[in-house]
């Protein structure tokens, strides 16, 4: 059941990634913020699934960085005119 849940939600990274490359400015920040949670959760979903609790941490650690990357991305593109 996890596995299927994990699958259901790669679509929507896929879309992410294709709206990220497709979009402005302003559409591929909102892409990318989109896509983290979602990687977050498949990761998550792939750790219950495979009983392996501990790499539940990697999610978390996921989706900190996530956040992070997102706010360099945005840092970024404010220096560009």
Do not use: H, K, N
């Not at 596995?3 to 909102?30: D, K, N, T």
């Not at 990318?32 to 990761?43: K, R, S, W």
């Not at 650690?61 to 996530?66: G, H, K, M, N």
Request: net charge negative.
């Amino acid at each position: 059941m996890w596995f299927a849940a994990a699958g259901a939600l790669v679509p929507g990274v896929v879309l992410c990634v294709i709206s990220c490359a497709r979009s402005e400015r302003e559409g591929a920040v909102a892409a990318l913020q989109t896509a983290g949670p979602v990687v977050t959760c498949i990761l998550m979903a792939l750790a219950v699934g495979f009983d392996r609790s501990d790499y539940l941490s990697v999610g978390l650690v996921v989706s900190a960085l996530s956040f992070a990357g997102c706010m360099a991305f945005v840092r970024s593109l404010e220096l560009q005119p």
